[in-house]
């Protein structure tokens, strides 16, 4: 089976469109408020994303996983918040093994459609972090290693759908459509 894979906008409106079976919402330790894609997301969950954050029910320790179920605005059956760890941590390995770890949890569930969004890239800095050791971890190349990692989990998911809630996915379609390409992905493009 050869997947497709393709960037959606993850705005309100890309929301509405999506059809899938799993929203992966993918995130950095520590952050207090939703942003990019997991910011619409929780808008449409009347704050309910956040108030799991503030209440320490979801952190976004690396391999931390939670399942909750879709709702009308949302077009996925069941939505998943995925911790990725620390971003101070951030290297290539560290991040790639988080990107293992949620898609073992999607395939383990038996998603055939997903739809991923990576965590979005803050504006500053607050914590001081090495920013030449931190450019490795932006949304482009975060939607590339899930696509190879989950290529290497064989042929579960039928459809990924990387979602792009600024336009950064956009700037970076080139890139993204021929390392899908080159995994064997059929690119479907960017809706």
Not at 142 to 152: F, K, M, Q
Not at 178 to 190: E, H, I, P, R, V
């Amino acid at each position: 089976m050869n997947g497709r894979a393709r960037i959606a906008s993850g705005d309100l409106r890309g929301l509405d469109a999506l059809e899938v079976d799993a929203l992966a919402l993918l995130f950095w330790e520590g952050r207090a408020q939703p942003l990019g894609v997991a910011g619409f997301v929780d808008w449409r969950l009347l704050g309910y994303v956040a108030r799991l954050i503030l209440g320490a029910h979801f952190l976004g320790a690396r391999g931390e996983a939670l399942l909750m179920p879709g709702t009308r605005g949302i077009g996925a059956r069941r939505i998943f918040l995925l911790g990725l760890g620390a971003r101070p941590d951030a290297t290539e390995a560290y991040v790639r093994a988080g990107l293992e770890q949620s898609c073992r949890v999607l395939a383990d569930a038996r998603a055939v459609s997903v739809a991923v969004a990576p965590p979005p890239v803050e504006e500053t800095n607050e914590a001081g972090e090495d920013a030449a050791r931190m450019a490795w971890a932006t949304p482009e190349k975060i939607s590339s290693t899930w696509l190879d990692v989950a290529r290497a989990e064989g042929d579960r998911f039928e459809d990924v759908v990387l979602l792009d809630a600024r336009g950064m996915l956009g700037a970076s379609e080139a890139v993204i459509a021929k390392t899908a390409k080159k995994l064997g992905w059929t690119w479907g493009g960017k809706r």
